[in-house]
């Protein structure tokens, strides 16, 4: 829930007229980040999960109204089976210490993407995260776990078309994952990688860009306020002009 007032924004160095309704994020570089320090992989992983506290607090108490992340995608279920383990059994130690801060924050879990694909025991930890907090009235956290781009859209078309003959973009965003999160204002990639990697593809048509090198452990509250920044001195035109004529 929003917390700071517009003098607090200011002094932060933000615009409080323009601050993104919905961020999403793609975590990466925790691999490197421990290797770099001649660390297991693991332990970049760990530090991942510690880096989300600040983010998900600082991202609430500035006003943004979605954010989503990219824990893990389809892509990911490739990796070798003891990485993958490491990554659910942070997933649910994630959860169990911090769902109630989170509850107490207002904050509204949702993930998205097929999580039946996970074990039970994350499929039921999630699930329960989303149950208590659904009716919260604050950020609303969509969490992409086993997350295709392609894949929502297709299931989101077939459903529009079982619905419809010809759905129309409306119908098809209704039936997105982050249906109520809305198109995406600021998309930021850690970790020096300049893709999109199958995120939100539909979601992030007019999204405005933010690449940085530093690895996703790093990725602190002034990180986020430089991208919050950046994003406030872009010239959104959504392809149109601006009221002067000039493009
Ligand atoms: C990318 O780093 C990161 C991931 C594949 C996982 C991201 C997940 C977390 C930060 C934690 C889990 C999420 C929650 C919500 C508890 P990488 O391994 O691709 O890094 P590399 O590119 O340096 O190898």
Known sequence: MKKYS??????FGLDPKRIPKHVA??????????????????AGHRAGVNAL??????TSDVGVESLTLYAFSTENRKRPKDEIGILCGLLIEYFNREIDE????????KSI???????????????????????NPGLKLNIALNYGGRAELLRAMKLAFSESAEPNETAISRFLYTADSGDVDLLIRTGGEARVSN??????????????DVKWPNFTREELIKALRDF????????????NGAK
């Not at 517009?6 to 002094?11: Q, W």
């Not at 506290?53 to 600082?58: E, L, M, N, T």
């Not at 989170?102 to 879990?109: A, C, D, T, W």
């Open 6 to 11: 517009d003098r607090e924004l200011i002094a």
């Open 102 to 109: 989170l509850h107490e924050n207002g904050v509204r879990i």
């Open 53 to 58: 506290k600040d983010i998900i607090r600082f």
């Open 25 to 42: 994020i793609i975590m990466d570089g925790n691999g490197r980040w421990a290797t770099a320090k001649g660390l297991p992989r693991a």
């Open 113 to 135: 993407g097929d999580l039946s694909w996970f074990p039970m025991a994350v499929q039921e930890t999630v699930r329960a995260a989303e149950k208590k907090t659904a009716d």
């Open 232 to 243: 406030a001195g872009r010239d959104r035109r959504y392809g149109g002009l601006k009221p």
């Open 199 to 212: 995120f939100l593809l539909w979601q992030i048509a007019y999204a405005e860009l933010y690449f940085t």
